[in-house]
C-alpha cells in the first residue's frame, strides 16, 4: 500500500463511527521503490489530500524531520519538500502493517501490501 | 354491342350473387327459397362494408314494405329483413333488387328469398359487459371545452409532432418513446400538461386520485386505428384516462379469446383502472366506418370523422406491482416477486458464495480474459485533468488503473485473488465490499464501477453500491457504472456476447439446444445453491433477469462455477440513479450489450 492511498482510507463504514480518520498506521515492512518525480504532479494533487494524514504517515515512516506538522502555504515553490512529498507518497510501499480504527481500535491488517478494509456483516 | 355488354353484366352480376349465397349457405347455413318468403337476404352489403341499419330501413320503408326485423352481422358483407307479410316482402324484394343504391359508393344492393333466418347468431362484443375497472364517463366536457382543450394542445411544440405509421402523436410532459414503449423519467418535456386540462381531475371523484404528469395527443384521420396494446405497466400508473374528442370511435378491448367492443363517444372520458388497465389490450382497427350497437340492441353503422384522443397518464418510475402478470413487463421479463423477496434475504450469503468465492477460485484464468480497456470506458477515464482522483471500484486485476497516467487511480475489489494480480503489477489497491467504501467523503474526482453492481442480489443494494459512489465523489465529481443488459441487441445487431457463439452463428447448433447440453451438464454438478434461479447459458439471450452464469475453468478438471448475475432492463439502471439525490445523469448509453450512465454529484 502506498500512503498515497493511505489518505483516502477511513473506517467510518463501521456502526457508531462518527470520523474514523485518519486511521492509525503501524509499518511492519516496507518497501521503497523509486519512481519517476514529476512535481508538478504532486503539487496538483496536494488540494485533494488530508494533509493531517500526509503528517501522520510521515511520523510512522519515520520521515517527519522532512514533512512539516502543518501544511506551508507556498508549497510550489518548495522543491525539495515536493521531492520529499513524493518520496512520502508514492515511493514507499506498505507491505505487512495494519490500520486501526482511531475510535473502536478496530484493526484492518496489510498483507502483501494489500489492505483488507472488508468489513464483517455484524459490524456495519 | 350494346346488348352484348349488358348481357355481360348480368352475368357478372349473377356470379356475385350466386357466391355470396353460397358465402351465406357456409357461414349461417341458411338457403335460398326460389319462391317468396317473409326472409330476405341482402346479399353484398352488411356492416363489413358499411350499411348502417338507418340505411337499410330507410331503403326498405321507400318501397312501401313493412319491416319487422333487420339482422345484421358483424364483419359481414351481407344481412337479413324480415318482413312482416308476404305481400310486404314482395314489396321490399321488387323495389330494392338491383335497384336500391345502398352500396358502398353507390353500387346496387342484391336480394334474394331465403328460407329463415340465421338461427345461430354470432356473439358480438357488443353484448359483453365492459371489463373490469373500465369506466366511460359520458359528455365528460362541453363543446366550449372541448374546443378549449382543442386549442390548448395545439399551442406550442411539447414535442416534434411524429407521423407514425397511422397516426399523428404529440407529447407532453414526457415523451412516450415507441421503440421501448416507455418513457426516460430523467428527461422530462419543456411543456409539461397544458393547464387548460386540469378543470378535468376534480371533475372525476376519484378517491387518492394523482393528476397525471404526461400526456399523448393522438390524431386519428378516418380509416386509422392503433394496434391492440397495454400500456407498458412499468412506465405508468393505474389509472389511464382517455378523453376522446372531435369523432366517436370504437375501440375494442381483448383479454384471450375474449371480444368486448366499447363505443366512444366524442367528449366522453375513458378511465381504464384495474383489470382493464393492465389484463386487457385496446386497440381501434383502422377503418372508416364503425360497426355500433343501436339502443334497440341490434347492430348499425356509423361514420368516423377526424379524432383527437389525449391519453394522460402518471408515470410510475419504478418495477410494477399489479395483480396482472401475464401482460406485465415487470413480472414477466423481472423475476418473480417471492424469488427476488428470497434473494433479499439471503443476498450476502449469495453473494459471498455465488460471487466472491468464484472469483477468487477463477481469479487467474479470469484475469488472463480481462486485459483490454473498453474504449467507452478509456474515453472517461481520458476526460479528467491530470492529477485528478480515480476509484475503480470492483477494479479486478486493475486493468483500468493504469489507463491514464496522469491520474491518481486507487483500485479496490472483493477478490483477494484478483488484487493479487492488480498489487504485484504495482497497481494501488485495497479490499472492500462496494456497499461499504472505507474511502473519504467527497475525495474523488472520477468513480468508475465496471460489471460490479450486477453482482449484487437485490436493488436496495445496488443502490446502496451507487449512493456510496456518490458519496466518496467531491461535488462536480463524475462516476460511470456499467451493468451487463438483460437485452443483448440493440438495433437488431447482436452484441460481442452473442456474437461469440459461433457454433450458433455458423448454425452448428442452436440457443435451445445449448440449453438443454448444459441443463444435463448442471443435473450432474449437484451445487448447493442458496436461491434457486435459473442457470443461463453463456453467449445466448438472457431469459430472465436473476440467473447463474457458468464459468468454466480452462484446466483439466474443467469445473464448472456458477457466478450470481441480476442482468438489467432498459432505464433500469437510470431509474435506479435517479433515485439518488444530487445526483445528475450525464450521459446514458448501450455499450456492446451493457447498459452505462455517467452521473456527475452536484
Known sequence: MKLSTYNFLTSMAIKGVKVGYPLKLTINKKDVIESEFNPVFIERL????????????????????????????NVAEDEQLL????????????????????????????TDGIPNMLLNEDEV | MHIEQKTNKVKKAEKKQRRSLAIIKADCNVSQSDSPTLYLAILNVGLSNGLSEEALLTAAAATGGQVSQVLMLPSKSYCFLMCTTLADAQLVYDGMHNRATIGQKGAVAYLSYVLELPQQREENGWQKPLPGGLVLLPDFVSEAEEAALLEAIAVGTASPTDSLKHRQVKH????????????????????????????????????????PDQLTVNEYEAGQGIPPHVDTHSAFKDPILSLSLQSDVVMDFRRGDQLVHVLLPRRSLLVMSGESRYDWTHGIRPKHIDVV??????LTTQARSKRTSLTFRRLRRGPCDCQYPTLCDTQQTATPQEVCDKLATHASHLEQQNVHEVYDKIANHFSDTRHTPWPQVAEFLNSFEPQSVLLDVGCGNGKYLGCNPQLLSIGCDRSLGLLGVGNARGLSVFRCDCLQLPVRSSSIDGCISIAVIHHLASSERRLTALRELCRVLRPGGRALVYVWAKNQRKNDKKSTYLRQNTAVNKEHTTEQAQRQKLARQLESMDQQLPVPLPVHTNRTEFQQQDV????KTKDEQRTTFLRYYHVFEELELEKLVDQMEGVVIRKSYYDQGNHCVIFEKS
Open chain 2, 293 to 298: 350497437a343501436t339502443p334497440s340492441g341490434s
Open chain 1, 83 to 110: 521531492q520529499r512529498l513524493h518520496h512520502l507518497l508514492f515511493e514507499i510501499d506498505v507491505l505487512e502493517g495494519q490500520l486501526e480504527c482511531p475510535e473502536t481500535g478496530r484493526v484492518f491488517p496489510i
Open chain 1, 46 to 73: 496536494l488540494p485533494k489530500l488530508d494533509w493531517s494524514a500526509v503528517y501522520s504517515a510521515a511520523q510512522v515512516a519515520e520521515l517527519a524531520d522532512d514533512i512539516p506538522a502543518a501544511q506551508p502555504d
Open chain 2, 548 to 551: 447463474y452464469v457458468p464459468w
Open chain 2, 172 to 211: 407532453f410532459g414526457y415523451e412516450f418513446l415507441y421503440g421501448s414503449n416507455n418513457v426516460n423519467p430523467l428527461q422530462p418535456l419543456e411543456q409539461g400538461i397544458p393547464a387548460a386540462c386540469n378543470f378535468m381531475w376534480e371533475r372525476l371523484e376519484l378517491p387518492a386520485f394523482e393528476p
